[in-house]
């Protein structure tokens, strides 16, 4: 099955900027849409954002709509997440995960079936 990798995440300050990365080995990688989750310590593991398969359509949460950033390239089975004006409350372990086939809805853990390793993200003020 596919694995994915993150990377791309570090200390910043408040207001800066960080792009992580997801690569993933797989022959399927380009045919399920893909999604980035955060967790804080302590907190439930939600949203950040997602894409579809093409690349045609993107979701966000309502926090970082406007600030983040999804994109892929499926001939390089990779996904990013551009973060910018980042702020305290972004502070998370960030995940790049897979769809399944089939799903209800972009936005839940339930509906991914493959997760990444997770990469740290700390915002300092």
């Known amino acids: 099955q596919v694995q994915l990798v993150e990377s791309g995440g570090g200390l910043v300050q408040a207001g800066g900027s960080l792009r992580l990365t997801c690569a993933a080995s797989g022959r399927t990688f380009s045919s399920y849409a893909m999604g980035w989750f955060r967790q804080a310590p302590g907190k439930e593991r939600e949203f950040v954002a997602g894409i579809t398969w093409t690349g045609g359509s993107t979701y966000y949460a309502d926090s970082v709509k406007g600030r983040f950033t999804i994109s892929r390239d499926n001939a390089k089975n990779t996904v990013y997440l551009q973060m910018n004006s980042l702020k305290p409350e972004d502070t998370a372990v960030y995940y790049c995960?897979?769809?399944?086939?089939?799903?209800?809805?972009?936005?839940?853990?339930?509906?991914?079936?493959?997760w990444g390793q997770g990469t740290q993200v700390t915002i300092s003020s």
């Open positions: 995960a897979r769809t399944k086939r089939v799903y209800y809805s972009h936005s839940t853990p339930q509906s991914y079936d493959n």
